[in-house]
């Protein structure tokens, strides 16, 4: 074998976004870019001989090829080992679990998340650090650096690896453990989860359908639900990973995941269902007739996180994404406890984790998770309702409106205008800037403002300022209005606007969710111009 020096040329764009390099699989197919890519990777963790490193993907087109192309480049560099998960296949909970437990020096994940897969579709690649969480802006920040002054990648001329055989092998130097990429993670859940009154629930007669949309998740639920769990043969649907995810969009919310809405909305419909995401990282909760909101569901776990062994002494703190709804603050308040808010990315939660001021993480966009790893964990979400449902004997129904009936109901939406021009997307976020000072003092359509700005996080644990990560509108009854720009979409702009209604008298949770907010909808339409401005009639997704 032998390592050669390859002369190349920077791309241009390769600054990962909020989680990652994200781009279509033709783009990272051309000559070159995946490498430098990741030869830049390399060069920003400086003195790489000897280290540990976790490889793993959601199994996505070119998850194998680049799987190879990488572990030749790590041999070129002096690694001393990798772990990779066998297949290639490993989600990205599973990478921040198997890095944290074996002391890795860090992973490399390979997945677009719920973004489409396939020959057309999307692919994309990020670093996680010796936590277990996705490197922070001064790493990424540094990578693209990088990205920009090469002139040359090492690689191996090594021959492919068998990745279907569990076992040791070697690359020049590097030791190579292809592992079971279930395994590690199963024992942690089984460590957080009371597995004997879940087996008992199931053992009872109760039915669930998990949607793995043909997406990484699916071998874990079947090891896990099926098989630790005593769950039937066939609880587990589209168990399957494939490179298209079967031609689907493998993202858990209600619009992607209609043959599991369907199901639960149908007569005869199962007691619990559940999907998870391209890479697993991410959730969606379905009672009977009900799907629960992300934001919701977060609140719902910490009220009740002491049902779960791996949570009996109760949370340290919560953290949540700006965009997700303030229905865990309320929880936080009553349990004493901080509440954070970040801004959008699982990367600021890890700070927070690591100090010991938060236990459980949330954002709207289906993702929630705790400090067990430095990911969210789509798996670990469905465990925890589980648990919760084993412990209270309930419905999800019923679980829910207790809750509003305790906490109040946050009415809440979000609304994605995909593939907009992103000069016009731009113009519109400067505009709204331009009036933030006006907006602080307006009244909106009977609704008083009583904050307009453009968020700026604090640190509290490094003290790192991050500015511009999203306009908010917020009214004094507690109506909010939000408007981002996307960093996970591969074409264009994507433009998402959340709406947030506060609802404290039960009489008056029963509303249509868009209903409920159609009048912040005309007001966030009318003061940012949006429809003139994207020129769009309506959103391309209602979550």
């Known amino acids: 074998m032998t390592i050669h020096t390859v002369a190349t040329n920077p791309f241009a764009g390769q600054r990962p976004g909020t989680s990652g390099l994200r781009k279509k699989v033709t783009e990272f197919q051309q ?57 290639g296949i490993m989600s990205t909970p599973a990478v921040s679990c198997v890095i944290r437990k074996h002391g890795a020096f860090g992973g490399i994940v390979l997945s677009a998340s719920h973004n489409p897969g396939g020959p057309h579709g999307d692919f994309g690649i990020k670093y996680n650090v010796e936590n277990g969480g996705p490197a922070p802006e001064k790493i990424t920040e540094a990578i693209y650096t990088n990205t920009q002054t090469l002139t040359r990648y090492l690689i191996s001329d090594a021959p492919p690896v068998d990745l279907e055989r569990l076992g040791t092998t070697r690359m020049e130097q590097m030791e190579i453990e292809v592992i079971d990429p279930v395994a590690d993670y199963a024992e942690l859940m089984a460590r957080l989860f009371d597995f004997d009154a879940i087996r008992a629930l199931f053992a009872g007669g109760f039915t669930m359908c998990f949607d793995g949309m043909h997406a990484v998740c699916g071998p874990y639920a079947k090891a896990i639900i099926e098989g630790m769990l005593g769950a039937p043969a066939g609880t587990v649907i589209n168990a399957v990973p494939l490179e298209d995810f079967g031609g689907h969009h493998p993202d858990p919310n209600p619009v992607n995941a209609a043959e599991l809405i369907a199901l639960m909305y149908s007569a005869g419909a199962p007691d619990f269902g559940a999907a998870s995401d391209g890479d697993g990282d991410r959730n969606m909760i379905v009672g009977r007739g009900i799907a629960v909101t992300p934001s919701d569901s977060l609140a719902i776990i910490a009220a009740n996180a002491t049902v779960a062994p791996g949570y009996r002494d109760g949370i340290k703190g919560i953290a949540r994404s700006m965009p997700t709804s303030t229905a865990a603050d309320r929880v936080a308040t009553a349990l004493g406890v901080n509440c954070f808010e970040t ?12 100090a010991g001021l938060v236990t459980l993480c949330g954002e709207e966009s289906y ?26 004997g309930k419905t999800v129904e019923q679980i829910v409106r207790e809750h509003w009936t305790r906490f109040g109901r946050n009415y809440y939406s979000r609304h994605d205008y995909e593939a907009v021009d ?122």
């Open 422 to 543: 992103a000069g016009d997307a731009q113009a519109m976020m400067a505009a709204l800037r331009a009036r933030l000072q006006e907006l602080a003092r307006c009244t909106l359509a009977g609704h008083r403002v009583a904050l307009a700005d453009d968020f700026i996080y604090h640190d509290p644990v490094d003290k790192s300022v991050v500015s511009h990560q999203g306009i908010r509108i917020v009214m004094t009854d507690g109506s909010r209005i939000v408007y981002r720009l996307s960093g996970t979409g591969t074409e264009g702009a994507t433009v998402r606007l959340y709406l947030e209604r506060y609802e404290a008298d039960p009489a008056r949770h029963d509303f249509d969710t868009q209903e409920a907010l159609s009048s912040l909808a005309a007001i966030a339409d009318a003061v940012a111009e949006l429809r003139l401005r994207i020129g769009r009639e309506r959103p391309s997704v209602i979550t």
């Open 31 to 87: 000559l070159g870019y995946l490498e430098n890519f990741v030869e830049a990777i390399f060069e920003t963790l400086g003195d790489t001989r000897g280290i540990t490193l976790v490889l793993g993907g959601d199994g996505r087109f070119f998850n194998r090829s680049a799987i190879q192309t990488i572990l030749r480049m790590a041999a070129a560099h002096g690694v001393g080992k990798v772990l990779v998960g066998r297949g």
């Open 343 to 354: 801004p959008t990315g699982w990367k600021y939660f890890g700070n927070l984790m690591d």
């Open 367 to 392: 993702g929630t998770g705790s400090d067990h790893i430095r990911e969210k964990d789509g798996l670990w979400a469905v465990l925890f309702w589980l648990n919760i449902l084993a412990a209270k």
